[in-house]
């Protein structure tokens, strides 16, 4: 926002004392508040989005409660087959796969009859539901067709990374390609969710434990599972993304009409 504090990487706030601060509309991004300690402070309508809730050991306490438990069940009551995420054999991995396309495909049914242009709409900053699709091919190809498959050259043109995007994060402005049409987009996110699936139809418990390298980081160990796991991870969360910027649109649009 203009005329307001601005603190990038480059600012060291590790173990800062915030006393009688108010950061009323602050807006965290990308930054890291694990082990943050909160006391007395107003969170009413604070919105915490945090897509590594559920990887780890850790709680996240609201007033000496772990609520991790609680945002787990209810993100899976509000879509059904996500609890199958973790599954670690084939059938598992097959059905876990259907289950989350169905609830993309609502997804994409839903965006299909917004007005013109919504698709390429970015709420507050936020990847538009075409560059999200985009991203997701960008994901298919990594750990699929990369990670898996061992494809020397797997990128499709709409999800194409440049040599930044593993040490910038994710802003859509480091892909290579020049924007696709969003017809395009669908075209190549089809194509990419057709190979996940004609490589879950064949695959064996077997072949779920070999060895794998994980692309962005080869000192860590992977397994043709961790990289699946990675990819329904992907998915889930961008879904979830997804549709809450559906419903922020859709809920500003009701209030200018």
Not at 136 to 163: K, S
Not at 209 to 224: I, S
Request: proline share 6%; aromatic share 8%; with cysteine.
């Amino acid at each position: 926002m203009v005329g307001m504090p601005d603190f990038t990487g480059k600012d060291t706030l590790v173990g800062a004392r915030f006393s009688d601060v108010n950061l009323k509309g602050s807006r965290f991004v990308r930054t890291d508040l694990s082990g943050a300690v909160m006391r007395g402070v107003d969170l009413v309508g604070t919105d915490i989005d945090s897509p590594w809730l559920f990887d780890g050991e850790g709680a996240l306490l609201v007033n000496g409660v772990d609520v991790v438990p609680f945002v787990d069940a209810e993100l899976n009551r509000r879509w059904p087959g996500r609890e199958l995420r973790r599954a670690s054999d084939p059938p598992g991995l097959r059905a876990a796969w259907a289950a989350l396309q169905a609830a993309w495909g609502s997804a994409l049914d839903r965006a299909a009859a917004t007005p013109p242009g919504t698709v390429e709409v970015q709420v507050d900053g936020e990847w538009s539901f075409a560059q999200t699709l985009r991203h997701l091919v960008m994901a298919t190809d990594v750990w699929l067709r990369r990670a898996i498959l061992r494809i020397d050259q797997p990128f499709h043109p709409a999800g194409q990374p440049n040599e930044e995007y593993g040490a910038e994060g994710g802003d859509m402005s480091v892909f290579s390609h020049d924007r696709p049409t969003y017809q395009e987009v669908l075209a190549a996110r089809a194509d990419r969710v057709a190979q996940v699936q004609a490589f879950l139809a064949a695959a064996t418990p077997e072949q779920l434990t070999e060895a794998r390298v994980n692309p962005w980081a080869p000192q860590y160990p992977e397994t043709v599972l961790s990289c699946l796991h990675t990819i329904l991870g992907e998915e889930w969360e961008h879904l979830r993304y997804a549709t809450r910027d559906l419903d922020l649109i859709e809920a500003r649009a009701a209030s200018h009409a």
